[in-house]
């Protein structure tokens, strides 16, 4: 006679997050062993899992957001995959080894694991300059913000980008399509210097010039101003000169989201720190993949390395633990249609 309880039930797999790493992973999985788990996903956002990439193109208005759906609602039902989405989770406790979630308005929701997934993804980081509260200062990460943008553009004039780095281009690129007047502001000594040399940084600069974007190379913002109405109307820099701006997108870099994990006592250092495995190196059952994992002291900003992750973590969630993530190399990709610019490697 078989003692246990339930010798059918299934385990319990629970991600944080819906987005473009973690849901990769439960794919991945779902090919591997698609009897194993019942599993359950929280995502913040009220989306199915989409290609965040694509929000440039839809920006630009080359394309829409319907189009950028990777798993549509059914994926998830067909798949016997509980979805939460527009749900945040806000506490995990590891002892019960319940997480919960709270509804827009307050309803908590428990879910019970046995394996836990961390894929909670960056934060932009917003300069700490006065205005930065102000209506119509924006970050660049999600559908809401690309929708507040696509809005702002049909009642607004003057936009300007804080960050000439690859994000900032792509905003900057889709709100002059949309028909606004755009400055970018950049500290850096040439755009994109990340991942492009100084002549290439210019030539780059000169494109774009071409095409009706304006640079503002060097300049320090200092503050933002308000108008009555309560939404900014001018950016000024340290040495007091001023802009008009009736919107103002800030894309100055990304932060890994690790206030969850912190208040879980998991251990934080860049990122939710894992192994090869992509388990956390606190607790054996909890695994974090994507921008808010730091492995071997480094957390990836683009998806190429965050699938290669996610593929490792499905084959040790499968029980099939001989995969190791060791680390990857990356290359990137401006999407501004019509300059086609990729850059690899160190120069
Ligand atoms: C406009 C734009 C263009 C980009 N272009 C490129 C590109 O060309 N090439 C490239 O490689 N990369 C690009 N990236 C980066 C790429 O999108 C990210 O690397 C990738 O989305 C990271 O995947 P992730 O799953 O770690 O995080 P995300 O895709 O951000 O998913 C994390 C999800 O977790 C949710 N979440 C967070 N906390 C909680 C919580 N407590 N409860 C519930 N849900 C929570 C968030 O709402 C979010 O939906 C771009 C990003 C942007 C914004």
């Given amino acids: 006679m078989d003692m246990r309880v339930n010798p059918k039930a299934k385990l319990k797999l629970v991600m944080v997050g819906n987005g473009m790493a973690g849901v990769r992973t439960i794919e991945e999985l779902l090919k591997l062993a698609p009897d194993l788990y019942d599993i359950t996903v929280f995502g913040a956002e009220p989306h199915p899992n989409y290609n965040r990439i694509l929000l440039s193109p839809v920006l630009a208005g ?12 059914a994926w998830y039902s067909d798949n016997g995959i509980t979805l939460h989405a527009g749900k945040t989770v806000t506490e995990v406790d590891r002892v019960k080894r319940v997480v919960r979630a709270t509804d827009a308005d307050g309803t908590m929701i428990e879910a019970p694991y ?9 934060n932009p980081f917003m300069l700490p300059i006065p205005g930065k509260d102000l209506a119509g200062v924006l970050a660049y990460r999600d559908i809401a913000d690309t929708q ?26 889709g709100l002059m399509k949309r028909g606004m007047a755009v400055s970018v502001v950049h500290v850096g000594p040439w755009l994109m210097e990340r991942q492009l040399d100084e002549v290439a940084g210019q030539l780059l600069q000169k494109s774009l010039e071409e095409r009706g974007m304006t640079f503002l190379m060097g ?25 008009p701006a009736d919107l103002v997108v800030m894309a100055v870099g990304i932060r890994p989201n690790t206030a969850l994990a912190e208040s879980m006592n998991l251990h934080v250092n860049k990122g939710i720190v894992v192994s090869d495995t992509l388990q956390t190196v606190t ?21 190429a390395p965050l699938f290669e992750q996610g593929k490792v973590l499905a084959t040790h969630l499968a029980e099939f633990g001989i995969g190791r993530y060791v680390g990857s190399l990356t290359s990137t990709k401006l999407k501004v249609t019509g300059i086609d610019l990729f850059s690899a490697g160190n120069f």
């Avoid at 300049?219 to 802009?243: P, Y």
């Avoid at 974090?288 to 002291?297: D, L, P, T």
Wanted: aromatic share 6%; charged share 25%.
């Fill in 283 to 303: 607790d054996p059952r909890i695994y974090a993949v994507g921008e808010c994992a730091a492995h071997r002291g480094i957390a990836y900003g683009l998806v």
């Fill in 114 to 122: 046995d394996r836990l997934i961390m894929a909670t993804g960056s």
């Fill in 148 to 173: 507040a943008m696509i809005d702002a553009a049909t009642r607004y004039s003057h936009a300007v980008v804080i960050g000439g780095g690859l994000l900032g281009l792509e905003a900057a690129n």
């Fill in 219 to 243: 300049a320090q913002t200092q503050e933002l101003l308000g108008g009555e109405d309560g939404r900014v109307k001018a950016i000024r820099f340290k040495d007091g000169s001023e802009v």
């Fill in 62 to 73: 080359e394309q829409t957001l319907d189009e950028i759906v990777l798993n549509d609602w």
